[in-house]
């Protein structure tokens, strides 16, 4: 079974609008991390927002909020007022357990496509 | 500017040859390690390196070899490579006391003819 599923491979906004990228995820922990990270064409991997498990604040970091809704087992990307520079992969991924970052879990990830 | 340095960045390379991937972090940062990302595919971990002892190494081949000589620098050595290893090569970093984020490289693109 997939441990991260991120359901929409592409997705077009037109700019200025706000984007909501969608992930939900499988474990049976009660401690766990999730992660986005953002992919240019370029290649390098951007952290972008992290969210334990046992916060009780949805993260947030600048125009980046996460969406956590534990009981939906969800942790939906949320981009305020998209920038033509935001167009890229976008990927979810998860930390099984606590302290140990050699389990990432990764999502297959969604390509944001941002019209002038 | 990153602080988790790749080079190269673009590798074209026979099957016969041997090269090798460098990275290095500026992170004070006590663990590394290697990705693969191919096309279509979620990013697979290959090897991890905690305070230069190799903690994990996800079933692969022994044409990739990793070298951690120090905690700031991971080296993937390539050799008898095939056509399918054509990939982005992603180097990454983490405190190790945290678990809260991992840091990456720009990454390597290998292509294998």
């Known amino acids: 079974a997939q441990k991260i599923t991120q359901t929409q491979p592409g997705m077009f906004v037109q700019e200025k609008e706000a984007v909501t990228l969608d992930c939900t995820y499988d474990?049976?922990?009660?401690?766990?991390?999730l992660f986005w990270y953002k992919q240019p064409s370029s290649g390098e991997m951007i952290f972008l927002i992290y969210?334990?498990?046992?916060d009780e604040q949805n993260a947030t970091e600048g125009r980046y909020s996460l969406n956590f809704q534990k009981a939906r087992k969800s942790a939906n990307l949320v981009i305020s007022a998209s920038q033509l520079g935001d167009s890229a992969m976008y990927f979810c991924?998860?930390?099984?357990?606590?302290?140990?970052?050699?389990?990432?879990?990764w999502g297959a990830g969604t390509k944001l496509i941002i019209k002038p | 500017e990153t602080g988790v340095t790749q080079t190269p960045r673009h590798l074209v390379m026979g099957m016969t040859n041997k090269k090798s991937l460098k990275c290095e972090q500026h992170l004070g940062h006590n663990a590394m390690y290697w990705y693969k990302q191919s096309a279509k595919k979620p990013l697979e971990l290959m090897f991890v390196y905690s305070l230069e002892e190799r903690v994990e190494n996800n079933s692969v081949p022994s044409r990739f070899s990793p070298e951690c000589p120090n905690s700031s620098h991971l080296f993937l050595h390539l050799h008898t490579l095939q056509p399918e290893d054509s990939a982005l090569y992603l180097c990454?970093?983490?405190?190790?006391?945290?678990?809260?984020?991992?840091?990456f490289g720009e990454g390597s693109w290998l292509t294998v003819v």
């Open positions: 969210q334990g498990s046992y």
């Open positions: 991924a998860m930390r099984e357990g606590p302290g140990s970052n050699y389990q990432l879990i």
């Open positions: 474990t049976s922990d009660q401690s766990y991390g």
């Open positions: 990454a970093s983490s405190p190790q006391s945290s678990g809260n984020t991992i840091y």
